[in-house]
């Protein structure tokens, strides 16, 4: 290669390099990854019917859900933590996903009641259990550490029979309730009002299979098993893709909700309103002052989902960076007012000052209005 084509080929990468460097969005939120975890298998056949085991329906409802997700989303990725009939532990599921950095954890299950006339679909999260009925779901679907040859060292000296285990348990898992609580409502109304199931409601339980999931994570209970009508319905290829497809809906629904928000802090909504002072209240003075919020490399939206929703913020450019401010005034009582407000959300918020253009010291700019009163 001459020196010239060396250049040029050179010239070239570089180009393209930093077209894919500006060409990265900004923090935008994605659901990209999502395990699928098909209840009990192998040697815990889980609530067992007239006809059927649990275990087999959960495989087909979860198969099923994971094949509508990549039919309309191709670019997410799809894991299961079974997809046949072999027994996983019940800290491997979670684990599974963990590993993975999944975003979203669904496990699917079947209920059974002593009373057959009990009917109609539950979706659990993580939590403290109070009612009754949802401590019996919790023993059930936990027992199977028991069929776990070390699960008092595995599962800490957990004792699934107690009610303290399950107490301390929902202690570990409540950064992603939020989310988990949104979904799981997304799916109850999706059952209640396409798949005409009985709605028995969002309810929060001491799950050992979501107690670990560093993700927002839900345990679908799709009816009961024994339920003669509803265990022949979820026995049915046709009942199957019922529940998949309300799943299925729901997922899009939460998925389209989440990344419609951008940001670091999806979640955050706008808790400052930051008084508006974008309007240039300069008076006579030459002098400007803001609130510097953040300085970054990276060119974020001005939005306040990205800033703790703090409302009003303005991008600057200066050298390689950008600069995030608020507020646009020439009174200083005004902007240590705003710094104070600002402190409560963003502690190292501070102002900084700007004489026609050029950002000079603070105490400068004090000097420079003290001159122009005189
Ligand atoms: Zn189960």
């Given at each position: 290669m001459n020196a010239n084509i060396r250049n040029i080929v050179?010239?070239?990468?570089?180009?393209?390099?930093?077209?894919?460097?500006?060409?990265?969005?900004?923090?935008?939120?994605?659901?990209?990854?999502?395990?699928?975890?098909?209840?009990?298998?192998?040697?815990?056949?889980?609530?067992?019917?007239?006809?059927?085991?649990?275990?087999?329906?959960?495989?087909?409802?979860?198969?099923?859900?994971?094949?509508?997700?990549?039919q309309n989303f191709p670019d997410v990725e799809v894991l299961y933590t079974r997809t046949t009939d072999v027994f996983i532990e019940l800290d491997e599921r979670s684990a599974v996903a963990n590993s993975h950095k999944a975003d979203l954890f669904i496990s699917i299950h079947v209920d059974a009641n002593k009373n057959t006339k009990a009917s109609g679909t539950s979706t659990y999260v993580m939590g403290l259990h109070r009612a009754e009925d949802n401590l019996e779901v919790v023993k059930r679907e936990n027992a199977v550490v028991k069929l776990e040859s070390?699960?008092?060292?595995?599962?800490?000296?957990?004792?699934?029979?107690?009610?303290?285990?399950?107490?301390?348990?929902?202690?570990?898992?409540?950064?992603?309730?939020?989310?988990?609580?949104?979904?799981?409502?997304?799916?109850?109304?999706?059952?209640?009002?396409?798949?005409g199931r009985n709605d028995r409601g969002v309810r929060q339980a001491g799950l050992i299979v979501l107690w670990n999931c560093t993700m927002p994570g839900i345990l679908i209970e799709t009816g009961f098993i024994t339920n003669a009508e509803e265990e022949k319905f979820l026995m049915s290829d046709n009942g199957q893709a019922m529940i998949a497809s309300a799943i299925y809906r729901a997922f899009r629904d939460y998925k389209n909700e989440l990344e419609k928000k951008t940001g670091t802090q999806p979640d955050n909504d706008p808790k400052v309103v930051v008084p508006d002072l974008k309007k240039t209240e300069t008076g006579s003075s030459t002098v400007i002052y803001k609130v510097q919020i953040a300085s970054s490399p990276k060119k974020l939206e001005t939005i306040p989902q990205n800033f703790k929703g703090i409302k009003g913020v303005e991008r600057t450019k200066v050298e390689n960076k950008y600069r995030y401010t608020v507020g646009n005034t020439s009174d200083f009582e005004q902007i240590t007012k705003l710094q104070t407000e600002i402190r409560g959300t963003i502690p190292d918020a501070y102002i900084i000052a700007f004489n026609i253009g050029t950002q000079i010291p603070v105490k400068q700019a004090l000097e420079i209005q003290k001159k122009e009163k005189k």
């Open positions: 050179f010239t070239t990468v570089i180009f393209f390099c930093s077209l894919a460097l500006f060409a990265q969005k900004p923090d935008i939120y994605r659901l990209k990854k999502v395990v699928i975890d098909a209840g009990h298998g192998g040697k815990d056949p889980g609530a067992v019917g007239k006809n059927c085991y649990e275990k087999d329906i959960t495989l087909k409802i979860a198969l099923k859900l994971g094949a509508y997700i990549k070390d699960y008092k060292t595995a599962y800490g000296g957990f004792d699934p029979d107690s009610p303290e285990s399950h107490i301390v348990m929902t202690l570990f898992q409540n950064a992603y309730l939020e989310r988990s609580i949104r979904l799981a409502t997304q799916v109850q109304k999706q059952f209640n009002d396409r798949a």
